[in-house]
């Protein structure tokens, strides 16, 4: 499975971007979508994940009502909205795969996803 995340940049505290995640394998219908990230001399961290059928979501407590996970099955891509971000928000996020549905105690753990992309950059200066 080929994971291609984009969208990360450079923005200001209280601002916004939008990740994307392109999965090319052709697998993305049947996977368990989500997002993790790793700041410096950080432990690699959960953000959100989204089950096949979008019916349940699941987000890290401290982005919670600020960041919005979604997925469009016809088009192979995931997205993660960010709002309102702030400067512990900057880190590398990375697209992660697993075929199947993933229990949801099982969704924030990375050592369930099988397929990890290359990251993309957000940093948000304050």
């Known amino acids: 499975v080929q994971l291609q995340a984009s969208g990360g940049g450079l923005v200001q505290a209280g601002g916004s971007l939008r990740l994307s995640c392109e999965n090319s394998?052709?697998?993305?219908?049947?996977?368990?979508m989500g997002w993790f990230r790793q700041a410096p001399g950080k432990e690699r961290e959960f953000v959100a994940a989204?089950?096949?059928?979008?019916?349940?979501?699941r987000y890290a407590d401290a982005v919670q009502g600020r960041f919005t996970v979604a997925r469009d099955n016809l088009k192979n891509r995931m997205y993660l909205q960010m709002n309102n971000l702030k400067s512990e928000d900057t880190a590398i996020y990375y697209c992660v795969a697993r075929v199947g549905n993933l229990a949801m105690s099982a969704m924030t753990s990375p050592t369930q996803y099988t397929f990890w992309g290359q990251g993309t950059q957000v940093t948000v200066s304050s």
């Open positions: 394998r052709g697998t993305f219908a049947t996977s368990t």
């Open positions: 989204i089950r096949v059928s979008s019916l349940l979501i």
